[in-house]
């Protein structure tokens, strides 16, 4: 987007490969920022869909004087559309951390990936964004840096599009995330998407590659995958989850103003609140809705102000005044969740179909009992005792209790 920003305060170290975090007992007195790379494994993340050579990266800010023999909570921050990884150190938005005793991650989405794995006309090929950021990215991150165990000590956030990613990702991984944060977020792209179809051919990445609208990404918009991937039609898969929930309703923010001397593509519908007013906030009250009914424990602003930095910049210092790391439930022992997804860890649960699912399936849990929807396929279901249990779809199935096995 080409904003202009001030020198940024956090001290930047040279990009590494591979390693760990190691160093001094105890780091720099001040924050400091470092990129890594996540390389993805062959096909998840093809190479075109990046603007910059080589693997996917990350930048990491570890906090003020940083101990890797000291365990951090994780904030997981996922930047919007037409940005990459370092949209945040670009925009000196990483400065508004400096005081978060914890490590913040922000991955690599492409600029135009949504946060999913494509549906490319049922064949569910690469660019297969939620399967690195799940298993590929929140891995190498656990086993690279310090960071403390429990869903209380991991949070998930974005803006615009990261928006769309933190809520969709948080109920992916209920267990993992305990708290979930959506800034200006993209959180109902079936409501979307008959606006944008025309309006991605200034910043997607799927115009980049010849598509001018969601098909590629989530098939028909009132199909069955475009439904598993829009965290309004999901929003009890966060019902356990803590939900902090900003939007803006129209123009400025008279300090945006200047601004708009940028001439960018698409700069003056940000900045003049086009996509706030029309976009964001509509999508943003149906999805409040949503959460309020499926009884999830949100914290929901509205101010006034568009979608830009300056007001991304008020929507972060809120979020971290709610804080990122309070409390939540641990266990649970009744949850439901809806996917569309081939594999996936839901609490204490591991499941994978043998065949990807051919509609929404909701798997529901109360007690020892597990109920798990027509899926079009039979699925593997494995224990957090390591229990395997193989059965066929609609089914209901107990759970077993540790590692007590049928």
Same mark, same amino acid.
Request: with cysteine; net charge negative; aromatic share 10%.
């Given at each position: 987007?080409?904003?202009?920003?001030?020198?940024?305060?956090?001290?930047?170290?040279?990009?590494?490969?591979?390693?760990?975090?190691?160093?001094?007992?105890?780091?720099?007195?001040?924050?400091?920022?470092?990129?890594?790379?996540?390389?993805?494994?062959?096909?998840?993340?093809?190479?075109?869909?990046?603007?910059? #050579?080589?693997?996917?990266?990350?930048?990491?800010?570890?906090?003020?004087?940083?101990?890797?023999?000291?365990?951090?909570?994780?904030?997981?921050?996922?930047?919007?559309?037409?940005?990459?990884?370092?949209?945040?150190?670009?925009?000196?938005?990483?400065?508004?951390?400096?005081?978060?005793?914890?490590?913040?991650?922000?991955?690599?989405?492409?600029?135009?990936?949504?946060?999913?794995?494509?549906?490319?006309?049922? *064949?569910?090929?690469?660019?297969?964004?939620?399967?690195?950021?799940?298993?590929?990215?929140?891995?190498?991150?656990?086993?690279?840096?310090?960071?403390?165990?429990?869903?209380?000590?991991?949070?998930?956030?974005?803006?615009?599009?990261?928006?769309?990613?933190?809520?969709?990702?948080?109920?992916?991984?209920?267990?993992?995330?305990?708290?979930?944060?959506?800034?200006?977020?993209?959180?109902?792209?079936?409501?979307?998407?008959?606006?944008?179809?025309?309006?991605?051919?200034?910043?997607?990445?799927?115009?980049?590659?010849?598509?001018?609208?969601?098909?590629?990404?989530?098939?028909?918009?009132?199909?069955?995958?475009?439904?598993?991937?829009?965290?309004?039609?999901?929003?009890?898969?966060?019902?356990?989850?803590?939900?902090?929930?900003?939007?803006?309703?129209?123009?400025?923010?008279?300090?945006?103003?200047?601004?708009?001397?940028?001439?960018?593509?698409?700069? *003056?519908?940000?900045?003049?609140?086009?996509?706030?007013?029309?976009?964001?906030?509509?999508?943003?009250?149906?999805?409040?809705?949503?959460?309020?009914?499926?009884?999830?424990?949100?914290?929901?602003?509205?101010?006034?102000?568009?979608?830009?930095?300056?007001?991304?910049?008020?929507?972060?210092?809120?979020?971290?005044?709610?804080?990122?790391?309070?409390?939540?439930?641990?266990? #649970?022992?009744?949850?439901?969740?809806?996917?569309?997804?081939?594999?996936?860890?839901?609490?204490?649960?591991?499941?994978?179909?043998?065949?990807?699912?051919?509609?929404?399936?909701?798997?529901?849990?109360?007690?020892?009992?597990?109920?798990?929807?027509?899926?079009?396929?039979?699925?593997?279901?494995?224990?957090?005792?390591?229990?395997?249990?193989?059965?066929?779809?609609?089914?209901?199935?107990?759970?077993?209790?540790?590692?007590?096995?049928?």
């Amino acid at each position: 987007m080409g904003l202009v920003v001030g020198t940024l305060m956090i001290t930047a170290a040279t990009m590494f490969v591979g390693g760990g975090a190691g160093g001094a007992a105890t780091g720099p007195s001040s924050p400091q920022l470092v990129t890594i790379t996540i390389p993805a494994p062959a096909g998840e993340v093809p190479p075109q869909w990046l603007n910059y #050579p080589g693997p996917p990266r990350a930048d990491v800010l570890l906090p003020a004087g940083y101990n890797p023999n000291t365990r951090y909570p994780l904030l997981v921050l996922l930047h919007g559309l037409d940005g990459n990884y370092d949209l945040f150190a670009q925009y000196g938005l990483v400065n508004d951390f400096a005081n978060l005793d914890a490590i913040v991650v922000m991955p690599e989405g492409g600029p135009g990936g949504w946060f999913a794995d494509w549906w490319n006309n049922g *064949e569910r090929g690469g660019p297969a964004w939620e399967t690195y950021e799940l298993d590929t990215v929140i891995p190498t991150i656990m086993a690279r840096y310090p960071i403390l165990s429990g869903r209380q000590y991991h949070a998930i956030a974005g803006v615009s599009m990261g928006g769309l990613g933190a809520t969709y990702l948080g109920g992916r991984l209920p267990g993992f995330f305990g708290s979930v944060a959506s800034l200006s977020g993209f959180v109902d792209p079936q409501l979307a998407a008959p606006v944008l179809q025309p309006a991605m051919a200034f910043e997607s990445e799927a115009t980049t590659h010849g598509d001018n609208d969601f098909d590629p990404i989530y098939g028909p918009p009132t199909g069955f995958y475009a439904d598993g991937h829009d965290p309004t039609r999901l929003a009890m898969n966060l019902q356990q989850t803590r939900v902090f929930e900003s939007t803006g309703t129209t123009v400025p923010n008279p300090g945006n103003l200047g601004l708009l001397a940028d001439k960018s593509p698409g700069i *003056e519908e940000l900045v003049n609140g086009t996509w706030e007013e029309g976009i964001i906030f509509p999508m943003n009250v149906i999805y409040h809705h949503a959460l309020t009914a499926a009884g999830v424990d949100v914290t929901y602003q509205v101010h006034s102000g568009g979608h830009d930095i300056p007001d991304f910049t008020n929507e972060i210092h809120a979020m971290l005044q709610w804080g990122l790391f309070k409390p939540v439930t641990t266990d #649970p022992s009744t949850w439901t969740n809806d996917t569309v997804a081939t594999s996936g860890q839901l609490w204490d649960i591991g499941y994978r179909f043998v065949q990807p699912p051919s509609r929404v399936v909701q798997f529901r849990r109360v007690g020892s009992s597990l109920s798990i929807s027509a899926a079009g396929s039979s699925v593997t279901l494995t224990t957090s005792g390591g229990c395997v249990i193989q059965t066929a779809t609609p089914a209901t199935v107990t759970v077993p209790n540790g590692s007590s096995c049928p």
